[in-house]
């Protein structure tokens, strides 16, 4: 990737860089922070069968942290539109198997990237059913099976209620909230970010005011022996968790438009090429002292 140095004409087509930091770390939160967690929170305890499965969930969110250090870093080296497309072309080169690389990564994200929002758009439509039980009224149902080689018969069920068109009207929303310049993008995250949070808060309070010592702290027996049962509710504890918290890496497919993006690299850089000066400096403090010493011993 060809960063133009300062002084340098830029003649390619540029994006506006309307996403300060505030806005960019807003726009990853509410990213990260979604439907998710109100849904599978019962999955979580469900893989580990008791209170312990909170380990899966504290485990998932530091491997999160992690990811998203890299993440950070890879953000600030290339500070491009694009993301994993973009770095797995540099990685493994743009005119060699990188093409290949990043292709790939964009045939998979044109399944998944749908599938992730279909999921978050039904969890809502699950989630709003609890307010209006109307909303799971089935109208119609069908149910199918598909014969796929080497997997077996896949059974296939579709299911039409209220719900469905509540589901199908986030998707729609969210599109149209998203098609306008990024400067609104910028205003309207830094504005979900506040319902978001004021969400979070809302929900520890009523966690703390209706907390349940007996119910929160029922393990059940070698509830954290280390078997081969116990890491597999791990896995699958961290596995949801990880779903969960997802999003983090979001705003480095907007490298393009955000407000000085290599900031942190510059910094970094610099340190480097101090350190670097510093070490340089002392080797040759050191070489002129060697020289000295070689002189008065003739």
Same mark, same amino acid.
């Given at each position: 990737?060809?960063?133009?140095?300062?002084?340098?004409?830029?003649?390619?087509?540029?994006?506006?860089?309307?996403?300060?930091?505030?806005?960019?770390?807003?726009?990853?939160?509410?990213?990260?922070?979604?439907?998710?967690?109100?849904?599978?929170?019962?999955?979580?305890?469900?893989?580990?069968?008791?209170?312990?499965?909170?380990?899966?969930?504290?485990?998932?969110?530091?491997?999160?942290?992690?990811?998203?250090?890299?993440?950070?870093?890879?953000?600030?080296?290339?500070?491009?539109?694009?993301?994993?497309?973009?770095?797995?072309?540099?990685?493994?080169?743009?005119?060699?198997?990188?093409?290949?690389?990043?292709? %790939?990564?964009?045939?998979?994200?044109?399944?998944?990237?749908? %599938?992730?929002?279909?999921?978050?758009?039904?969890?809502?439509?699950?989630?709003?059913?609890?307010?209006?039980?109307?909303?799971?009224?089935?109208?119609?149902?069908?149910?199918?099976?598909?014969?796929?080689?080497?997997?077996?018969?896949?059974?296939?069920?579709?299911?039409?209620?209220?719900?469905?068109?509540?589901?199908?009207?986030?998707?729609?929303?969210?599109?149209?909230?998203?098609?306008?310049?990024?400067?609104?993008?910028?205003?309207?995250?830094?504005?979900?970010?506040?319902?978001?949070?004021?969400?979070?808060?809302?929900?520890?309070?009523?966690?703390?005011?209706?907390?349940?010592?007996?119910?929160?702290?029922?393990?059940?027996?070698?509830?954290?022996?280390?078997?081969?049962?116990?890491?597999?509710? %791990?896995?699958?504890?961290?596995?949801?968790?990880?779903?969960?918290?997802?999003?983090?890496?979001?705003?480095?497919?907007?490298?393009?438009?955000?407000?000085?993006?290599?900031?942190?690299?510059?910094?970094?850089?610099?340190?480097?090429?101090?350190?670097?000066?510093?070490?340089?400096?002392?080797?040759?403090?050191?070489?002129?002292?060697?020289?000295?010493?070689?002189?008065?011993?003739?």
């Amino acid at each position: 990737m060809t960063i133009p140095r300062a002084g340098e004409p830029d003649t390619e087509p540029q994006l506006v860089r309307g996403l300060g930091l505030g806005s960019a770390t807003a726009l990853n939160m509410i990213d990260m922070i979604g439907v998710g967690p109100f849904i599978t929170i019962p999955l979580i305890v469900t893989a580990m069968g008791g209170p312990q499965a909170m380990l899966g969930w504290v485990l998932g969110a530091v491997l999160a942290i992690c990811d998203g250090l890299v993440w950070a870093e890879l953000g600030a080296a290339m500070p491009g539109s694009g993301g994993s497309y973009q770095y797995l072309k540099e990685i493994y080169g743009p005119q060699k198997l990188g093409r290949l690389v990043s292709f %790939l990564f964009i045939w998979q994200l044109s399944f998944s990237a749908p %599938l992730s929002i279909a999921s978050g758009a039904i969890g809502l439509s699950q989630y709003a059913a609890f307010f209006w039980p109307g909303l799971e009224r089935v109208w119609s149902t069908r149910t199918g099976s598909v014969n796929v080689p080497l997997i077996g018969t896949l059974q296939l069920t579709w299911v039409a209620m209220p719900a469905t068109l509540v589901a199908i009207g986030v998707c729609a929303l969210t599109a149209f909230l998203l098609y306008r310049r990024i400067t609104a993008i910028s205003r309207l995250s830094t504005l979900l970010w506040a319902g978001v949070m004021g969400t979070i808060g809302w929900i520890i309070f009523a966690g703390l005011t209706h907390f349940n010592a007996h119910r929160a702290f029922d393990l059940p027996p070698h509830a954290f022996s280390l078997s081969g049962g116990f890491f597999r509710g %791990l896995g699958g504890a961290m596995l949801i968790a990880a779903y969960d918290i997802g999003g983090y890496y979001n705003v480095c497919f907007l490298g393009d438009e955000v407000k000085e993006p290599t900031k942190k690299d510059v910094y970094k850089r610099q340190r480097q090429d101090a350190e670097f000066r510093r070490i340089v400096q002392q080797a040759d403090d050191c070489q002129k002292k060697f020289a000295a010493a070689q002189g008065m011993s003739k």
